[in-house]
């Protein structure tokens, strides 16, 4: 199996940046899409972004592009989620995920690996 760990949650003023990092252990290899998802208190988990293993595919919710980057790192079996321009709006906890798939997912069900989670909180 996948151990994903998240970090790099905190506190941030509206208009600035955080990066998430979330770190990959197991039997990880080169067919895994990575993906992050955020749930913010009483709605439901949602879509944010999506890589697969090869970084060749990147993919956004519309309420995050142009603002926010994934990006991965092989050799550190690494994912990151670089946050700029937060807005309140951005407020939840995000997850991580992994999926064997060589290409990508866009919904939470069709992914078995999850991280902890990690609060990102946006004040105006």
């Known amino acids: 199996q996948v151990q994903l760990v998240e970090s790099g949650g905190g506190l941030v003023q509206a208009g600035g940046s955080l990066r998430l990092s979330c770190a990959a252990s197991?039997?990880?290899?080169?067919?895994?899409?990575m993906g992050w998802f955020r749930q913010a208190p009483g709605k439901e988990r949602e879509f944010v972004s999506a890589?697969?293993?090869?970084?060749?595919?990147?993919r956004y919710a519309a309420s995050v592009k142009g603002r926010f980057t994934i990006s991965g790192d092989n050799a550190k079996s690494t994912v990151y989620l670089q946050m700029n321009s937060l807005k309140p709006e951005d407020t939840a906890v995000y997850y991580c995920?992994?999926?064997?798939?060589?290409?990508?997912?866009?919904?939470?069900?069709?992914?078995?690996?999850w991280g902890q989670g990690t609060q990102v909180t946006v004040s105006s």
């Open positions: 995920a992994a999926v064997l798939y060589d290409g990508v997912r866009y919904t939470a069900h069709e992914y078995p690996y």
């Open positions: 197991g039997r990880t290899g080169s067919s895994y899409c």
């Open positions: 890589i697969n293993w090869s970084g060749s595919i990147k």
